[in-house]
């Protein structure tokens, strides 16, 4: 008899399409026996059939035309590493309206088009899998969807962009700027030469956007996601951090509360005693708080050849197994429910403030004045004279975001404030 086979067409050959092919073929004896048939890429789609690779194929295996790949019936599972949103979403829609299973590591496009594609999906009973779009080879979207399912998901947080966890466990342990690390880790090839989808906390914003939506049952555009990034973040931040007792991290925050979901990316103050501190390095982590499982942390690279790879291949896995069994498509899009999604001003923290004011008697009594007057309570005030001016720092009490954005818009107008330095949210603490 002939061997059964599920053929495989690899849109990209980039890195992450490299650690694909890599683990296909290195650990094709296991993958057979796991996911119970023999999977083979069949053909390759690339920008230019002369360009060097990372792996050696044989050259009828790459095509420049996505029809090889679209159109050939026995190529069952369509694997997108192709990256961007241009032409790649039109590629995966072919894929999925031929009836192909998808499975792909693209975070801009799920985030965005994601209910475009899963209609397709479901219109055409096919699988789109997705778990390399967030957190690289951390399991966390199987274990939303899967492992956590019985679940009412209260929290999902974490380390979800391993550039400026790098760039911000550097600013802590040597004291360096924000710019001399940048160029460190774009040297390093952590940061892109345009690393603003990093600092800028876009691509954490679309990977919290996902995590959000499976979490909670809901759709979140991208739009609505409140994202900070971490270029205001200075070594004095870091230094007062660490003497308030605190690290500073950029995290994805979503949370699920009775008037809708809150859903936000921004550099947050975090206790050096949480698990999220001792993330460092490139590394990523997601805190799950569920109703029944209580508190969960996923730890592990976030990104790279093969830590990505690995998650793409558990999808090819996974979609394999629902074809020889003809149930694909059996998981689909959960986003079931309709939840308004909170502004910043509905949310509530705890904050930390660094004001720059004369040094001059009845200056902080003014500006607590105008806390008072907003609702806005004091927890710690520190302060430091330098020549004519100090510094002031404050925590506060857990507050509305709205009435710390009123207070300081009312502090901004006191003559005795030179500035107000930063203000950055503080979670992690009951």
Known sequence: MEEKVIKIGLLGLGTVGCGVYKILEENKESIQQRAGIRLEVKKVLVRSLDKKRGVE????????????????????????????????????????????????????????????????????????????????????????????????????????????????????????????????????????????????????????????????????????????????????????????????????????????????????????????????????????????????????KGAGELPTASAVVADIMDAARDIVRNVPGIIGCTCFEKKPVLDIGETFSKYYIRLKVADKPGVLASIALVFGNKEVSLKSVLQKATDNTAELVLITHRVQEQNVQDALMDIKQLSSVLEIANMIRVEGEE
């Open 57 to 300: 194929l044989p050259e009828a295996m790459l095509t420049t035309s996505l029809a090889d790949i679209i159109e050939d019936p026995e190529i069952k599972i369509v694997v997108e590493v192709l990256g961007g949103v241009n032409p790649t979403l039109d590629y995966v829609l072919a894929a999925l309206n031929q009836g192909k299973s998808v499975v792909t590591a693209n975070k801009d496009m799920v985030a965005e088009y994601g209910e475009q594609l899963f209609a397709a999906a479901q219109r055409n009973q096919c699988d789109l899998l997705f778990e390399a779009s967030v957190a690289g080879g951390i399991p966390i979207i199987r274990t939303l969807k899967q492992s956590l399912a019985g679940n009412q998901i209260e929290e999902v947080f974490g380390i979800i962009n391993g550039t400026t966890n790098y760039m911000l466990t550097k600013m802590t342990q040597e004291g360096s700027p924000f710019a001399e690390v940048l160029s460190e880790a774009q040297a390093k090839g952590y940061a892109e030469s345009d690393p603003t989808a990093d600092v800028g906390g876009f691509d954490a914003a679309r990977k919290i956007a996902i995590l959000a939506s499976i979490a909670f049952n809901t759709r979140i555009p991208l739009s609505q996601v409140y994202t900070e990034g971490i270029t205001k973040i200075t070594v004095d931040d870091i230094a007062y951090a660490s003497e308030l007792g605190y690290m500073i991290k950029l995290l994805g925050i979503a949370k699920a509360r009775s008037e809708g979901v809150e859903v936000r990316v921004h550099p947050t103050f975090i206790p050096k005693d949480h698990p999220l501190a001792a993330v460092g390095d490139v590394f990523n982590a997601v805190f799950v708080r569920g109703n029944a499982v209580g508190d969960t942390m996923f730890y592990g």
